[in-house]
């Protein structure tokens, strides 16, 4: 059975690169063709998008994070991987890995379980 | 593009009938099929109740069911349970391969 875990630091300083990444067990991330995206909510709040990739690489981004961002796919590895540069508080969320189905506009239909990061110096 | 607004709570009692609004643009909710809908218990990962504006995947009861009008997109829960309470959030295709969340509704049983 296919499932997601998401790994990286849980406490990130300020202004630094706040790194996480998805390993699919199970199943391959380049065998189907699904999308796969990050959903960050931040202490008591809600879903917030943050962007999702095809395995051949493709990716897409919130446009309030586009220019902080980078998703990017290790199909050797089978994982994927966020980089979120110039981080502050406001970018301290749990943070999902999930997948979606073949196109970017269909639902994630499989989560991680999350993980908090907490950006403070 | 901004977040789909929804009425932060909902209440009712079990056996009822409740209905969750998800208010969106032309851009999205109102050009797009692509509504679906969130059920997440504190603590716990986001799990997809309906997708496709009106449809339910495998194993989610017939209770949950969902419909649009125009740019608002609706939840209605039916015959409601203990079990239903959680925050419920819509989702939509904003167009330009971006997704748009709602605020959440946080549904309480009484």
């Known amino acids: 059975q296919l499932q997601l875990q998401e790994s990286g630091p849980g406490l990130v300083k300020p202004s630094e690169t706040l790194s996480l990444t998805c390993t699919v067990a199970?199943?391959?991330?380049?065998?189907?063709?699904?999308?796969w995206g990050w959903i960050r909510q931040p202490p008591g709040k809600g879903l917030e998008w943050i962007g999702n990739?095809?395995?051949?690489?493709?990716?897409h981004y919130s446009p309030s994070l586009k220019s902080r961002l980078t998703i990017s796919v290790d199909t050797s590895k089978n994982r994927f991987s966020l980089k979120l540069t110039s981080a502050t508080a406001t970018d301290t969320a749990v943070y999902f890995c999930?997948?979606?189905?073949?196109?970017?506009?269909?639902?994630?239909?499989?989560w991680g379980r999350g993980h908090l990061v907490t950006v403070s110096s | 593009q901004s977040d789909l607004t929804q009425p932060p709570s909902a209440s009712g009692f079990p056996g009822q009938s409740v209905t969750i609004s998800c208010s969106g643009t032309?851009?999205?909710?109102?050009?797009?099929?692509?509504v679906s809908w969130y059920r997440q218990y504190p603590g716990k990962a986001p799990q997809v109740m309906i997708y496709?504006?009106?449809k339910r995947p495998s194993g989610v009861p017939d209770r949950f069911s969902a419909s649009k009008s125009g740019s608002t997109a609706f939840l209605t829960v039916s015959g409601l349970q203990a079990e239903d309470e959680a925050d419920y959030y819509c989702?939509?295709?904003?167009?330009?391969?971006?997704?748009?969340f709602g605020g959440g509704t946080k549904l309480t049983v009484l």
């Open positions: 999930a997948r979606a189905g073949t196109s970017s506009n269909e639902p994630y239909d499989l």
């Open positions: 199970g199943g391959s991330i380049s065998s189907n063709v699904h999308y």
């Open positions: 990739i095809y395995y051949s690489g493709t990716a």
């Open positions: 032309y851009s999205d909710v109102g050009l797009y099929n692509s």
């Open positions: 496709e504006v009106t």
């Open positions: 989702s939509s295709y904003g167009g330009d391969n971006i997704v748009i």
